[in-house]
Structures are given as structure tokens and as C-alpha cells.
């Protein structure tokens, strides 16, 4: 059975202040050492991979080790290889060493394209360097590049988020994932005073960024990801529904097996232990409750069959039935929710699924 591979890279040259995923400050020798101790796991688990994702922290920066790293698994010739980069680091080298390794994707984390943006997030790179990094790309011959781009931020505008979309699909982006900032406990911009749109002012920039991506022709696919025909995540989407995938790495998360299981945030016990050590947080994944709630997350929604599968189709229908239509549209097929009902996907899943 094929199923995804991610790779958590754990490292970074600096930390920006929202981030709260696991990262650790940049050195070779780690570096050398961590890549070893991912290529220990992957022929310790086996597996015939068609997606691999390395996520992060700044995957980049072990661009020399990544073909060391595909070597050691079983990977399909047509899979999707997912490298997701700091359009500082897009170098001509760099991009042609992982287009020489097999990456045939890759993922910017390019946020805006305002340079007043880029400082309010404290992002390393400037908005040359995402143009070069987009250029340096191409020239390497990717030809399927995703762009992250952030929502929400101080004293941002519609017109903001027109220009850094416009700028995006000008420069060749095929994918956008469009998230709304969140401000994490325990970061830099939990400590601060932030002058944030209020609640009201960031759904009209949502529903303003999902009406202009579809306007470029970004179709919506899921609640943050917008892509050409063709050009969605086909690794992410092994999450929202209910794929299995192996993780590896410290603070990687996986659904592989018939279990879902996690390693510590702890780089150092990972590469020290002959197999990573997981911890299992559910033993029988799966079920009406979670499967439903992914698949909400996707614009193709929930189909009355695939609830019918759990016995939950009449529920799945009067469930829905209450609910207003600006937020979920009920068909003879299914349901799904409309960008209105994203905006209040917990609330609006919660009434779906439990009633």
C-alpha cells in the first residue's frame, strides 16, 4: 500500500514570532547527524511512498542531504516531493541540487509581498528575493511551485492582499495556502501589544483573498489551500482524508499503521535512539467523528454515502438541515461548507457532527 512520508527538519537560522513549530538553531555537524538518524527510521519502517513532504523549521537548509534521503526510501516514480523553502535561501545551486535529487515541488514561504509586511512578521527575506527565488526556480525547472501568503496582520489592508496574490500568480505560483495569522502562546507576538483587525475586519480579508485567488484562478480546495486544476497538495490531502502517512523526525506526527503516534520535541533523543521513540495518541483512528470533520475541511465536503458507510447519514442530514445556508450548502450528494462557514469551521463541524 503507498502512503505519504513526511520528514520534519527541525532547524532554522532564526525564529520568527509566530511560529510555534518545533525548530532548533542551524549547525552542520546536527545537521549531518539528524540525517542520519532519518535515514535510520525510514529503513527501519519500510513503506512505498507517493507523496514525501519535508516540512519544518527550514527543510532548505539540508538541501545537500536531501537526496540521501530519498535514496533510502522506496518512493513511486510518479510520486509528489515536496521541499519547503525560505525564498532567501533559492540560491541557482540549492534549487538545481534538489531538482537533481528528484523534488519536483516546492513550497515558498514567501507570507506577502510587502516589505512593510515582511518586517511586521520578521521574515529574513525581501520581496527581490522572493522574485529571484521564483525565477531560480523555474530556471531549475520546477514547474509546480506553492506559495504561503498570511492573513490578518497588522494594519493590513484589502489592497495589500490584492498586489501580494496579483504579484504571486504573476510570478508563477500554481498553489497559495492562505492562513490567518494566530497568535501562539509562549511566542514573540504573544508578548506583545499587537494592533490586530478585529474579528469582523478579518473575515471580510478572508472572503476578499478567497474572491480574488478565484478570480486569478486558484480554486479553493480546503479551508487555507487554493490551487490551479491539477496543481492541489496531493501529500495534504492525505490528511484531510484520512490517508496514512509515516512521520519522521522530532515532533513529527503520523497515522501509519493503523494508529496515530508522535516523537518527542527533543532532537537530540532522536538522534540518539536507534529508532525513534513514539508515543501513541490513538490506537484506533478513523472513526464517524474525525473522518467527518477532515473531510468538512475540504470544499468537495462529506457525501451522504461515505456517512452512510457509519451508519450516519440520516444524522449527517438533519444535522445540516438547521444550519443556514450561508454556511453550508446540502445537496442530494452531500454537503460541504461554503468560505462564509470556514471562517466558523469549529462551531459549524461541531453542529454537523454532533448535532
Known amino acids: ?20 513549530f518545533y525548530s532548533v538553531p542551524y549547525s552542520r ?23 514525501v513532504y519535508f516540512g519544518g523549521g527550514t527543510p532548505v537548509l539540508l538541501y545537500e542531504h536531501i537526496g540521501e534521503i530519498l535514496d533510502a526510501a522506496d518512493i513511486a516514480g510518479e510520486a509528489e516531493i515536496t521541499v519547503e523553502a525560505n ?11 534538489l531538482r537533481s535529487a528528484g523534488v519536483n ?55 495589500e492582499i490584492t498586489y501580494t496574490a496579483e504579484k504571486l500568480a504573476k510570478l508563477g505560483a500554481k498553489h497559495i495556502s492562505a492562513y490567518l495569522l494566530k497568535i501562539e502562546e509562549d511566542t514573540p507576538f504573544a508578548k506583545r501589544e499587537l494592533t490586530l483587525p478585529d474579528e469582523d475586519s478579518t473575515a471580510e480579508l478572508y472572503l476578499h483573498t478567497v474572491r480574488t485567488l478565484e478570480r486569478l484562478g486558484f480554486a479553493q480546495y480546503e479551508i487555507s489551500s487554493f490551487a490551479f486544476p ?55 483512528p478513523g472513526g464517524w467523528e474525525e473522518y467527518a470533520m477532515l473531510k468538512l475541511r475540504l470544499t468537495e465536503g462529506l457525501t451522504f454515502a461515505e456517512a452512510e458507510r457509519f451508519g450516519k447519514a440520516e444524522e449527517l442530514r438533519r444535522n445540516a438541515a438547521g444550519l443556514p445556508e450561508k454556511l453550508v450548502r446540502t445537496t442530494e450528494s452531500g454537503i460541504r461548507l ?4 470556514f471562517l466558523v469551521s469549529n462551531a459549524v463541524i461541531g453542529k454537523i457532527v454532533f448535532g
Open 105 to 159: 515541488r516546492l513550497s515558498l514561504g514567501v507570507q506577502s509581498m510587502s516589505e512593510r509586511e515582511l518586517v511586521f512578521l520578521g521574515r529574513r527575506h525581501t520581496v527581490k528575493q522572493t522574485e529571484d527565488a521564483f525565477r531560480n526556480a523555474v530556471k531549475a525547472g520546477f514547474d509546480n511551485i506553492s506559495a504561503d501568503m498570511m492573513i490578518g496582520l497588522e494594519s493590513q489592508t484589502a489592497a
Open 230 to 284: 491539477g496543481c492541489e497538495s496531493r501529500h495534504n490531502l492525505k490528511y484531510w482524508r484520512c490517508g496514512e502517512y509515516l512521520g519522521i523526525g522530532a515532533a513529527a506526527h503520523s497515522y501509519y499503521g493503523g494508529k496515530r503516534f508522535c516523537t518527542a520535541r527533543d532532537i537530540s533523543g532522536f538522534i540518539n535512539a536507534p529508532v525513534q521513540k513514539v508515543t501513541v495518541t490513538d490506537e484506533e
Open 338 to 341: 461554503t468560505p462564509e462557514g
Open 1 to 20: 500500500m503507498r502512503v505519504g512520508l513526511y520528514i520534519h527538519i527541525p532547524f532554522c537560522l532564526s525564529k520568527c514570532p509566530y511560529c510555534d
Open 29 to 51: 555537524l546536527k545537521a549531518q547527524e539528524y540525517t542520519e538518524a532519518v535515514i535510520r527510521n525510514i529503513r527501519h519502517y519500510g513503506g512505498h511512498f507517493d507523496t
Open 87 to 97: 525564498p532567501c535561501m533559492c540560491e541557482p545551486r540549492v534549487l538545481e541540487i
